[in-house]
């Protein structure tokens, strides 16, 4: 929309601020192009909640890596998981 401000990121991560840049100023103008509103501040909001509407409806990618064992791959898990069943008892059953 015109404006310029001095932004700072770490290093290496210019490339990823300017692709957002973009997609915020993309956003920011197509909202004023509508014509139905002329405020930059709520420009600015709808804007902000309309891409943080669209990272929400993004699938999560797993926070895991695929090669994770499973507990019962993994003798210590395994172990673990037996000891805190066995604190618990069979109501706070973990697994």
């Known amino acids: ?36 509103i002329r405020a ?5 909001v709808l804007a902000a909640l309309n891409l943080a509407f669209d990272v929400a409806d993004r699938p999560l990618a797993p926070s895991t890596p695929a090669a994770a064992p499973l507990p019962a791959e993994d003798p210590r898990l395994a172990s673990l998981i037996e000891r805190l069943d066995q604190a618990l008892g069979h109501d706070g059953q973990l697994l």
């Not at 310029?4 to 991560?13: D, E, V």
């Not at 930059?40 to 600015?44: C, P, V």
Request: aromatic share 2%.
């Open 40 to 44: 930059r501040d709520r420009i600015a």
């Open 1 to 36: 929309m015109g404006q310029s401000y001095l932004l700072a990121c770490p290093a290496g991560g210019e490339a990823r601020l300017l692709e957002a840049v973009e997609r915020v100023d993309t956003a920011m103008c197509r909202i004023r192009d509508a014509g139905k």
